[in-house]
């Protein structure tokens, strides 16, 4: 059984930076295609950035420029770091585990808030 498991959230002022990272456990993580959700309250749940297995990536309109995602296989970890915040990048912020066959993985969330 696959595990999710995000950190790194907390509170920043406008203009900061974190960096989030998600550990997975179970399957074998390499293959898998990875991704950072987000949601904030009263939206729905949007995709951030993702990487492929093969390390390709892409970004959200909002978020280009400012949030760079990587892995290291080597330690089971997809990472997003976040430049530049700005308030309307608060959110609970979701890892997302896709394996080759579709299926999907999701972790308890961790929350980010930018304070102007």
């Known amino acids: 059984q696959v595990q999710l498991v995000e950190s790194g959230g907390g509170l920043v002022q406008a203009g900061g930076s974190l960096k989030l990272s998600c550990v997975a456990s179970?399957?074998?993580?390499?293959?898998?295609?990875m991704g950072w959700y987000r949601q904030a309250p009263g939206k729905q749940r949007e995709l951030v950035a993702a990487?492929?297995?093969?390390?390709?990536?892409n970004y959200a309109d909002s978020v280009k420029g400012r949030f760079t995602i990587s892995r290291d296989n080597a330690k089971n970890t997809v990472y997003l770091q976040m430049n530049s915040l700005k308030p309307e990048d608060t959110a609970v912020y979701y890892c997302?585990?896709?394996?080759?066959?579709?299926?999907?993985?999701w972790g308890k969330g961790t929350l980010v808030t930018v304070s102007s």
């Open positions: 997302n585990l896709r394996t080759p066959l579709g299926r999907e993985y």
């Open positions: 179970g399957g074998v993580f390499s293959i898998n295609h």
């Open positions: 990487i492929s297995s093969s390390s390709s990536t």
